[in-house]
């Protein structure tokens, strides 16, 4: 995971994730991260559009926003 959140601060990257908060609610939330520490990442949260901090042992599952394509 660690790898992934270092590619996506280099890359620029959008992420989705779900998240787990301090009161036990689930959330689903579309981020692009700033900042990387030991423990925690600060991150642009395009769900509340502003900067957030999220712990990393609250992260339930976390990818690459994948493009639809859609055609014939």
């Not at 769900?47 to 990393?56: A, I, M, Y």
């Amino acid at each position: 995971m660690k790898g992934l959140l270092k590619r996506a601060v280099v890359n620029g990257e959008v992420l989705e994730m779900f998240y787990l908060n301090r009161k036990g609610e689930i959330s689903q939330r579309r981020i692009k991260i700033l900042k990387l520490s030991d423990e925690s990442f600060s991150a642009y949260c395009f769900t509340r559009n502003q900067q957030r901090t999220f712990k990393l042992g609250n992260i339930l599952s976390i990818g690459l926003v994948r493009k639809v394509r859609r055609g014939a």
